[in-house]
């Protein structure tokens, strides 16, 4: 299978522990994006890098979270103090995007997160 | 900033009925529209996308065509098929600058098709 991989696929955690989630992209692909869902809603973009280069974060991205690409391959989203509002489904995306070309990401199975 | 509207659902329709999934946008310049559709248990996929004012998208029987003076890019498909159902999203990239390559998604529809 050469999708793009979650690891886990569910995480039940405790209000203030801290949870990370691991996104495998496509091989060679350089863009890696991190969405995230919740329940009835359409996903919502937290953060994307290019190669290892974090190049743009959103505001619903609090300092609780971070996320990392340290060899601009795999990827970690960390969430640390964990809250019940960070229960969601966090997706990952990857894509290698081409001169005149519209990008098309393609998506991870996703890690649904529940803090109790 | 970028936004996209989707009709409520969820949408019931008896399998070999006419689809329609309508969706608006808010976007300055040209942005690309997308179609991802996500069945039960897995992630989301690309159904179509259309890059330019009156470019139609199609895939699997669904099109939708890119309405620049009505701000729409809604989702059709003659006759719906039971393996059709699932939730489908409608989303927008915006033209270039620091929204470029960043999704902005509509809330989903549901759509469930029966026998």
């Known amino acids: 299978d050469t999708g793009v991989s979650q690891d886990p696929r569910h995480k039940i955690t405790k209000r203030g522990q801290n949870v990370t989630f691991r996104c495998d992209p496509i091989?060679?692909?350089?863009?890696l994006y991190w969405y995230r869902q919740t329940l009835g809603q359409g996903p919502e973009f937290l953060t994307y890098f290019q190669n290892e280069a974090q190049l743009e974060k959103s505001r619903l991205l609090s300092d609780r979270f971070s996320a990392e690409r340290p060899k601009g391959s795999f990827s970690t989203l960390e969430i640390q103090r964990t809250e019940q509002g960070d229960s969601a489904m966090y997706l990952c995306?990857?894509?290698?995007?081409?001169?005149?070309?519209?990008?098309?990401?393609?998506f991870g199975p996703g890690t649904r997160l529940l803090v109790l | 900033g970028n936004s996209v509207t989707q009709m409520e659902g969820p949408v019931t329709l008896s399998e070999e009925a006419f689809l329609t999934i309508n969706c608006t946008y808010t976007?300055?310049?040209?942005?690309?529209l997308f179609w991802y559709v996500q069945y039960p248990g897995e992630g989301l996929q690309l159904l179509l996308k259309a890059t330019k004012a009156d470019d139609k998208g199609s895939n699997k029987g669904f099109e939708a065509t890119y309405r620049k003076e009505t701000t729409s890019f809604h989702l059709e498909k003659g006759s719906v098929q039971v393996s059709d159902s699932a939730v489908y999203f409608c989303?927008?990239?915006?033209?270039?600058?620091?929204?470029?390559?960043?999704?902005?998604f509509g809330q989903g529809t549901i759509l469930t098709v029966h026998p």
């Open positions: 091989s060679e692909h350089n863009r």
């Open positions: 976007a300055t310049g040209y942005p690309s």
């Open positions: 995306a990857s894509s290698f995007p081409s001169a005149g070309i519209v990008e098309t990401q393609y």
């Open positions: 989303a927008l990239v915006g033209a270039g600058g620091t929204s470029y390559g960043k999704l902005t």
